[in-house]
């Protein structure tokens, strides 16, 4: 019985620390959702999100970055939202793969051996601190702190 018993609280205790990370996970997620700021790093499967929720750009687990716009019907429904922009990178490289914004204004894919397979050739343009966002407009852009644009997707304005 004893034994019984103190199997049920360790269960108890591993349920309590993995709804903790799960809890601290959603969070960190969450707090990225709308900026990517210098030295953010954006993980597999993790998504940057437009203001209006009508655009994101997701760090997919096949190594590809791509500008989603999702589907005016159907928003929860991610099968249904359509590729605006890809950084044309599936394959590369092993997984796990990651998006950071460097220090120095460039924006890198990188995979799990940290070598680059992409990056926005923005490397020391522009004045720090630097900024990704994902803009209402379906445009993802990378600031600098005077709001100049160093770089874009071009997807401003398109829907599918």
Known sequence: ???????????????II????????????????RQNYNGDILFQEESLVSPNLQYYVKMQQDG?????S?????????STDRPLWNSNTIGKGRSP????????????MYDSKNTPYWASNTRNKGVAPFLLSMQNDGNLVLLDSNNAILWTSGTSGRRF
Do not use: E, R, W
């Open 70 to 78: 999702t589907a005016l019907t159907n928003a929860s429904n991610p």
């Open 64 to 68: 590809n970055i791509v500008v989603y």
């Open 97 to 108: 793969y990651f998006l950071k914004m460097k220090n120095d204004g460039n924006l890198v």
């Open 1 to 15: 019985m004893k034994s019984i018993i103190a199997l049920l609280q360790l269960f108890l205790i591993f349920q």
């Open 18 to 33: 993995l709804s903790a990370h799960l809890l601290s996970s959603t969070k960190k997620n969450l707090s990225m959702n």
